[in-house]
């Protein structure tokens, strides 16, 4: 696995922490108008996209289906010992139908919001501050498993067999 720098994770998140996770009316992100589709841009909140009516992909995705067990039961053990870093975008098809899957695994073990980082890419897969760059995003979403500022795991898209939450788990499971 690729090796981002302890010091880039570390303002990263410290910058989610201030930012992302803030009641603040103002974001770091863009809102781009691509015809009649809204993209979001940079450091996001999951409350960006569950509570924007342009987004009513969230909660109907997010009521099909169920975690993985396991899944939920390797984030509960190990909550506190991992980080995860997501790029989406609110255009694609793919994030729509996994990235509410993600967060039903993220409820259903009471994983913390405040360990996620969330990021909005745009069309070319490019994002504020060339985090995308960074992480070298080439498809998404993408979920990024951190352990102290070292990346452990990703799964790309639908992943190995076509279970997102599973195959975190199975990460996170392995720390």
Known sequence: MKKISPLFIAVLFAACSTACFSQAESHPYQT?????TKI???LLKRSDIENDTSF?????????????????AAFQKNGNRFRIVVFGGTWCEDTQ?????FYRLVDKSNYPDSNITLIGVDRKKTTLDNLSSAFQIKSIPTFIVMKDGKEVGRVVEYGK????DKELGEIVAGL
């Open 32 to 36: 781009i108008m691509d015809g009649q």
């Open 40 to 42: 979001l841009k940079g």
């Open 56 to 72: 009513k992909w969230f909660p109907q995705n997010y009521n099909l289906g169920m975690a993985d067990a396991a899944a939920v």
């Open 97 to 101: 139908n996994i990235l509410p899957g």
């Open 161 to 164: 067999y076509g279970q997102v």
